[in-house]
């Protein structure tokens, strides 16, 4: 397989087959956590299309060689849903879907939350919210010091954005104008104890990342074609990172989870799994037969 580097600006992506990998990375978060017995379902299959759109249409990377030393890095910082982040993994390539199943399980490289090292494509280990903004900052000053073109892209979650560390983070990477980091704030308004506005209100979340310097896009974070255009624009960005704020549905394509915050760290029992996959398998057909 040859590197994946699409160049955004320069090619068209075939919405369909992004779509379908969604609705897959779906299907295998489902089957995980069943599995499992124990995980995060809401953001992981909120945040789908995002990853799908990441790396089958923005990231440029190799899934036959992870340590390519030209691949773009991406840095998972809500590491609880790491699910989603396993499951486009091994759609991408990166690993057989079939240790997909070893999720939580004791001795498997299918942790709780990313482990660097344990799995091919992982590049920070995450826990603790609000270290993965760091993180991402000290790679991207990294890559404008050795003077590379890679970007790095971190992904958040809304309810993270309640500690000081990573505004900290945030009014770094603009006074070094990071052109090369993209910041992705999957914004469900929902965290374990309630929705955003309940426990921490982030509002005017938009202008005060303007007021910190950074380039702010605001998209549908479940449309694939707005996605990809906020990648596009974040591409073309110079001279300040940019933040693409993604309102998303948390458990997005499952009627029952979508939007409740119950669902943030619960996994489904089978009988609730069979009713997820048969809503997602439904979808899948008339998304093949478009």
Request: with cysteine; hydrophobic share 40%; proline share 5%.
């Amino acid at each position: 397989m040859k590197p994946i580097d699409p160049g955004l600006a320069e090619i068209k992506t075939d919405m369909k087959r992004l779509a379908i990998a969604a609705n897959s990375i779906r299907q295998d978060i489902i089957r995980m956590l069943v599995e499992s017995k124990s995980g995060h379902p809401a953001g992981s299959l909120g945040m789908a299309d995002v990853f799908a759109a990441l790396y089958f249409g923005a990231l440029r990377h190799d899934p036959t060689n992870p340590s390519w030393d030209a691949r773009d890095r991406v840095v998972l910082s809500n590491g609880h849903i790491c699910p989603v982040l396993y499951a486009t993994l091994a759609e991408a390539g990166y690993f057989p879907k079939a240790q997909l199943i070893s999720l939580r399980k004791l001795g498997s490289p299918l942790q709780g939350h990313p482990h660097k090292g344990a799995l091919p494509g992982i590049e920070n280990s995450s826990g603790p919210l609000g270290q993965g903004i760091s993180q991402a900052v000290g790679m991207a000053l990294v890559g404008k010091r050795e003077k590379k073109d890679w970007r790095v892209y971190a992904l958040l979650g809304d309810g993270e954005l309640d500690e000081g560390q990573v505004w900290e983070a945030f009014l770094l990477a603009s006074k070094y104008k990071l052109d090369n980091l993209v910041a992705i704030i999957d914004r469900n308004n929902i965290q374990i104890d309630g929705t955003s506005d309940e426990v921490l209100p982030l509002e005017p979340l938009a202008d005060k990342f303007s007021s910190f310097g950074w380039n702010v896009i605001v998209i549908d974070g479940n449309n694939l074609n707005a996605i990809l255009h906020a990648f596009g624009m974040a591409q073309s960005c110079t001279d300040k990172p940019s933040v693409i704020i993604a309102n998303t549905i948390s458990g997005k394509g499952v009627s029952f989870m979508e939007k409740k915050f119950g669902w943030h760290g619960k996994s489904p029992n089978k009988d609730e799994g069979d009713l997820a996959l048969k809503e997602l398998a439904e979808e899948m057909k008339k998304l093949e037969a478009i």
